[in-house]
C-alpha cells in the first residue's frame, strides 16, 4: 500500500503531515511512503531527508496518480480534491462539521475520508492519535508569545535601576489544552495568571499549574460530552458576561480559547467588556474564525486596536507558525491513526471500532459519520 505525504496548500499553512523522522515506522510495517516534491520545506524538512528516511520524492501528478492513501494537514482544496479518484482514502483535519460539503463531494467519488478532528477525546488508547490535542498545546503556547509582544510591558516583575516594574496580570478564558498550556507558558515567563473555565473539574489543573482559578457565582457546572463543555443557556451566557468583566477588566492580557466544533464560539468578552480595559491591554482571541470569535471587535488573522487603547489580535491557525514542532506531533498523531486502521498492509475499515467510528466520514460511496450526513440533510441535498 502506498502512501503519500501531499504538500499542504492553504495560504500561510507550513506545516507538513508526515516527518522524516516517522518514515521508517510506517515502512516497517510494510508500506510504501511517496512524498510530495517540496511538501517539508514549510517546516524546514528537505525532501534529502525524507529519502534518507526511505520515502520517495515524486511529483504531484505521480502521487495522486499511484498513491492509495494521501496524508495531509488540512481538507484538500478543490484541486487536490478534483485529483481524487475512486478507491483512494484521505487522512487529514478536514473539517466536516464546519463544512460538509467536501465529504459529500469524496464520498460520490467514492474516496474513503478519515478526519482526525473525530477522533474520541476521552478513550485512552486514542491518546497518541490526538491531533486537536497536540496542535491546541502548541497554539497555546505561540498565543503567549504573541500577547507578549504585543504588550508594552514586561511579563515578569523585575527589580533595576531605574525602578521596580510590576509583573502583568494575564487571564486565560478556557482552560482546556490549549489554556493550560497558555498558562503554564505565562507562568514560565513571570506573569502573574488566573484562569477560568465553565467546568469545576478545571479548578485543579489550573492551580496545579500555580495560577488562581476564578470562580463565578453566577454559571453553575457546563461540563458537556467528549471532553468539552456544553453550550450555556441564553441566561447563563449573560450571567457569566456580566461577572466577568469585573475580572477582565483587572488584567493586563487576556487569552480567550473557546471553540465549540463546526458552530460559532461563544462570546466571552463583549464590548463593554473590551471598554473596560486599560489602554495597553492585550487580548488574543484564539476562537476568532470564519464563525465569528470569543471576543467582541475580534477579525480572525487581524490585529485591530480600539478607540480605547485595546489592542485585540484574531489568532488564527497559531500551530502553523510553529510548523517544525507543530508537523512532529501531527506525524505522530496520523501515523498512530493509519497503523491502527491497517492490517496486513492493507487498510482496513471497521465502523464497529469506536475510534474509527469517530473518524471515517465517508466510505463506499456514503457519508457514514452520523454527525455529518445529519448536517447534509439539512442542507435540503444542496
Known amino acids: 500500500m502506498k502512501v503519500a505525504v501531499v504538500k499542504e496548500s492553504a495560504p500561510g499553512e507550513r ?9 521508517p515506522k510506517l515502512v516497517q510495517a510494510g508500506l510504501e511512503v511517496l512524498v510530495e516534491a517540496g511538501a517539508g520545506d514549510g517546516a524546514w524538512f528537505p525532501d534529502s531527508a525524507y529519502s534518507e528516511a526511505g520515502a520517495a520524492i515524486v511529483k504531484t501528478d505521480d502521487l495522486y496518480k499511484t498513491a492509495d492513501i494521501l496524508l495531509t494537514v488540512t481538507r484538500p482544496d478543490q ?21 460538509p460539503r467536501l465529504a459529500r463531494e469524496l464520498a460520490e467519488k467514492n474516496v474513503t475520508a478519515v478526519s482526525l478532528d ?22 497555546g503556547y505561540k498565543a503567549v508569545l504573541i500577547g507578549a509582544a504585543a504588550y508594552g510591558r514586561f511579563f515578569p516583575l523585575l527589580i533595576t535601576a531605574a525602578g521596580t516594574a510590576r509583573p502583568a496580570k494575564l487571564l486565560v ?60 443557556t441564553e441566561d447563563e451566557k449573560a450571567a457569566q458576561q456580566a461577572e466577568l468583566t469585573g475580572h477582565i477588566a483587572r488584567h493586563d492580557v487576556v487569552i ?36 465569528g470569535g470569543n471576543v467582541a471587535g475580534s477579525v480572525a488573522g487581524e490585529t485591530v ?3 480605547n487603547g485595546v489592542t485585540i489580535i484574531g489568532a488564527q491557525n497559531l500551530p502553523a507558525t510553529v510548523p517544525t514542532a507543530s508537523s512532529n506531533a501531527f506525524s505522530r498523531n496520523i501515523s498512530a491513526l493509519l497503523l491502527h486502521m491497517t492490517a496486513d498492509g492493507a487498510l482496513a475499515i471497521d465502523l464497529g471500532d469506536e475510534i474509527q467510528a469517530g473518524v471515517v466520514v465517508a466510505h463506499d460511496g456514503q457519508v457514514v459519520h452520523p454527525a455529518v450526513a445529519k448536517l447534509l440533510d439539512g442542507e435540503g441535498g444542496r
Do not use: H, W
Not at 15 to 23: G, H, M, N
Not at 126 to 139: C, E, H, P, R, T
Open 15 to 23: 506545516r507538513v503531515a508526515l516527518v522524516p523522522e516517522t518514515v
Open 118 to 139: 473525530g477522533l474520541p477525546r476521552t478513550l485512552s488508547r486514542a491518546q497518541g492519535m490526538d491531533a486537536l490535542s497536540s496542535q491546541a498545546n502548541v497554539a
Open 305 to 307: 486596536t480600539t478607540e
Open 79 to 99: 484541486a487536490q480534491a478534483g485529483r481524487l479518484r475512486a478507491g483512494q482514502a484521505v487522512f487529514g483535519m478536514l473539517s466536516p462539521l464546519t463544512d
Open 173 to 232: 478564558l478556557g482552560t482546556g489544552v490549549a489554556g493550560l498550556q497558555a498558562i503554564g507558558t505565562a507562568r514560565r515567563l513571570g506573569a502573574q495568571v488566573s484562569g477560568y473555565d465553565v467546568r469545576p473539574a478545571s479548578k485543579g489543573e489550573v492551580e496545579s499549574l500555580g495560577a488562581t482559578f476564578i470562580e463565578l457565582t453566577s454559571v453553575a457546572s457546563a461540563a458537556g460530552e467528549g471532553g468539552y463543555a456544553r453550550e450555556l
Open 256 to 291: 480567550t480559547t473557546a471553540q465549540v466544533p463546526g458552530r460559532r464560539p461563544p462570546l466571552l468578552i463583549t464590548e463593554d467588556a473590551v471598554k473596560s480595559m486599560a489602554a495597553g491591554s492585550v487580548i488574543v482571541d484564539m476562537g476568532a474564525s470564519a464563525l
